[in-house]
């Protein structure tokens, strides 16, 4: 298995994940390898965070439930519950509106004006506290839309994003076009606007990201093997299209490139009998958006340290890799500011998710060769995510800092700004001026939590006990910015594969069983066994991964000595069912002490990367300059 593996694929003073200045024990240890020239961490700023208005909940999805006492002007009820179909996006380019997805019930029957309000729409929500010309905070884009208008209506309706011209807008697998006119206005009619399908030859995207130039696009695919690939494209309208694929006016992804460059290779390589990391290798498994300007694509990559999943970005034309994220939790949703100063991550550091396996630094990725998916995917648990918004600048994560959480001041009450029942979900947003950011969250609900789970489900206080909500995140000391102008993409990225239509996913050089020594850059060694699958033996099936470590130190602050032996099982036919037999006995020393260290028995762990549910027996335990950290307990 690869390290291709899908990584799935919240008043006043915010509080700080901690600050810059002095050592502070966080319990989280430094950033490794933090690049002297880069200017020290910004002082935390106040930011206010309100729940943005959405049309009031029906209990029933019944014909008719949408009563006049529920809606006073008959624009349409929406589901309390969350649905795969709800979900917020970004900003119209005056910030004054946020496009968001819904899934409106209960409508009157035809003949009723208000029959529209059915199904899955594209909506439009004031973020200012006033109303459209239609006396709501709310307008619906799509609602009343021709039939003529919205020919094979694709039925992936995700990650709602606003043009920078304001007049288009993608939803899923389509583009939302009005005619050269402001969604936003009054202007933009259902009768203006046209739904056109997205259409690649070969595959099928997803989690698409439009580029700020408003014309290139960046998305993500499954491959047959438990893997993806991420590629960058061009949208080109195709008025006639002939031959395969919707045969109607639709969208076509062009000029596509593969986002991996085959010079630089593999994360982890041999060299004979010793194994070589390379950090500027280019790989992009789960492609996630773009920077301001676009002149760097955001992606989670290949662990730099064990088990740590990171936000990563590469320059469009040079190739140059940065690492914006290191904390030991999971970081996955980002958006750029537009003056691409800042960035917000959607990310576990507020819940420490992840510290009972990732918490000890500076162990390097060899037990990922086999064990990266599980590890990505003990994020969640089922549907529930443990995100908060994170904002942190530009340069990311260094020395002590680790953000400031954007919903950090509160009381953590019920329903309050920073619930810890209220969790982060896909994508956060900047308002064009950087000086707003739009997020949503959902509330934990069963079987997350109640019945035979020991955490009781909480009761929403979101109006209607809607499940889920969305939030506005003033930057209070901020004045507007202007966006840092949008980088010209050449015709083709320079350091990518060509990506013609018809072309085979590559084969990747990969790792051959063997015993390997990977050498500290610093001190030390590790010896590392790598044991292929006797049950499916390929040349490059790797199943087990046996590290064992003597004086590792690639930082001189962090030196690892102790054995760890992680075994990978695929649970035929679903490749995507895992489970791994892990055994870690690590100690560090240095400018932080710790363990990390399984039961007797070592640790069984098993989950579908699909479904993100753990179910261990045994323990893995990491400690940190005395603090424990525990793995959740199955099912929560």
Known sequence: MSLLHVFAGAAALGAILPLSGGPINNHQQAVLNATPNIPEPPKPETIDVIELPLPPVSASRDVGACTA??????????????????????????????????????????PSSASIYEGVQLILIRTDGTNFSNGDPWKCLTCGVPTKNAKELDPQRDYPHVFRSGDKAIWGHNILDCNGKQLASDACTP???????????????????????????????????????????????????????????????????????????????????????????????????????????????????????????????????????????????????????????????ASERQMWMSGMRGIPPLIDIVAVAVAASTRNNGKRRFFQPILIDRHGDRGSYYGQQVNGNGEKSDGGINDPSWNGRADPAFSLDSTCIVYWQAIVTSPACGGINPLPCPASTAQGRREYRVMLARLSDRQPSLPAPVYKVSSRIPWATPFPPGTDVPSLPTLKPGNYTLRGKVSGFAEVSLIGDAVHPEPSSIK?????????????????????????????????????DWYSDIVQTGSSTGSKKTGARGLQLRIDVMKNILEANGTLTTTIDGVAYHQPANGT
Do not use: M
């Not at 006073?72 to 649905?83: D, F, K, S, V, W």
């Not at 099928?204 to 438990?226: C, K, M, Q, Y």
């Not at 690939?229 to 006639?240: D, P, T, V, W």
């Open 544 to 580: 087990r991964v046996v590290a064992n470590y003597t004086d590792f130190s690639d930082d001189g602050d962090h030196t690892i000595n102790g054995l760890e032996d992680v075994e990978l099982t695929v649970l035929f036919p679903n490749v995507w069912n895992q489970r791994l």
């Open 191 to 349: 009768d203006d606007i046209h739904i056109y399908p997205i259409y690649w030859s070969d595959g099928a995207p997803r989690e698409l990201r439009i580029h700020p130039d408003d014309v290139h696009i960046g998305w993500s695919s499954f491959t047959n093997g438990a893997g993806q690939f991420s590629y960058f494209g061009r949208l080109e309208f195709n008025a006639h299209p002939p031959g395969t694929g919707p045969a109607v006016p639709r969208y076509d992804l062009v000029d596509v490139d593969l986002l991996v460059d085959p010079k630089r290779g593999a994360f982890i390589t041999a060299d004979g009998s010793e194994l070589k990391l390379h950090p500027e290798s280019i790989i992009i498994g789960e492609l996630r958006g773009f920077s301001g300007s676009g002149d760097e694509i955001l992606y989670l990559g290949a662990p730099t340290e064990s088990t740590n999943i990171d936000l990563y970005a590469v320059h469009i034309e040079t190739g140059i890799v940065r690492r914006l994220t290191s904390h030991p939790d999971y970081a996955d949703p980002i958006a750029f500011s537009a003056d691409d100063q800042w960035f917000v991550t959607q990310d576990t550091r």
């Open 69 to 110: 006492a529920l809606n006073p002007h008959l624009t349409g009820c929406i589901a309390r519950e969350l649905t795969d179909k709800f979900q917020a996006g970004d900003f119209t380019p005056d910030g004054q509106n946020v496009i968001v997805t819904v899934t409106f019930v209960g409508a009157p029957a035809a």
